[in-house]
Structures are given as structure tokens and as C-alpha cells.
């Protein structure tokens, strides 16, 4: 069984920044897309980005975009989302998640536990 664990949320204010990173239990990790997702209370889950396996390739929900970045290194099995310019409307549970194929879709195979982000303004 797969595991993805998250880390790095917490409170921060309005306008700042966090760096959230995921950890994959598996070696699998280099050959699977990884996206980020988030929850807000009372909200379904959204999209918020995604990379291909190499990394050479990104997407953003509309609202993070030039806010936002993803990156991984497969030598650690870790995919990060830098966050930065934060808003109040980005609190959330932040989810990682491991896709289904190396390149991106909206087919994910795996789930974390999620981490906790909240933004004061």
C-alpha cells in the first residue's frame, strides 16, 4: 500500500508564505504525475495543481496561479507546493496525490491525510 504523507501546513498571515511537501512510501513515485488538492470547510475538493513525472511539465487552478509552485525530486520521493502571496480564501486541508499515469489527468491512484493550512487576515 502506497503511502503519501504531507507536512507543512499551518497558521500563517495574510501575504505570506509556506512550503508544503509530500512524501511517497513507494518506488513508484518517479513514474506517476502528482497533484495537490484542497478542501475547504463546507466545500468539495479542488483541484489546485499538478506535474508530470519529470517535472517538465505544470498546471494551476486559475486562482494560484503565479501565486503557487510545484515541484518534486524523484531522488527523494517528494513532491513540494510553494505558496506564496497567501490569501485567506487558500485556508484549507492541502491533499497530495499520486496519478495514475506519468503524465497528468485527473485520474489519482493515491491519497494523503492531508495538512492543514490556514490564513489570517
Known amino acids: 500500500q502506497v503511502q503519501l504523507v504531507e507536512s507543512g501546513g499551518g497558521l500563517v498571515q495574510a501575504g505570506g508564505s509556506l512550503r508544503l511537501s509530500c512524501v511517497a512510501s513507494?518506488?513508484?513515485?518517479?513514474?506517476?504525475?502528482m497533484g495537490w488538492f484542497r478542501q475547504a470547510p463546507g466545500k468539495e475538493r479542488e483541484f489546485v495543481a499538478a506535474i508530470n513525472w519529470r517535472g517538465s511539465t505544470t498546471t494551476y487552478k486559475d486562482s494560484v496561479k503565479g501565486r503557487f509552485i510545484i515541484s518534486r525530486d524523484n531522488a527523494k520521493n517528494t513532491v513540494y507546493l510553494q505558496m506564496n502571496s497567501l490569501k485567506p480564501e487558500d485556508t484549507a486541508v492541502y491533499y497530495c496525490?499520486?496519478?495514475?499515469?506519468?503524465?497528468?489527468?485527473?485520474?489519482?491512484?493515491?491519497w494523503g491525510q492531508g495538512t492543514q493550512v490556514t490564513v489570517s487576515s
Open positions: 513507494d518506488r513508484t513515485f518517479s513514474s506517476r504525475a
Open positions: 496525490a499520486g496519478g495514475s499515469t506519468v503524465y497528468i489527468s485527473n485520474k489519482y491512484d493515491y
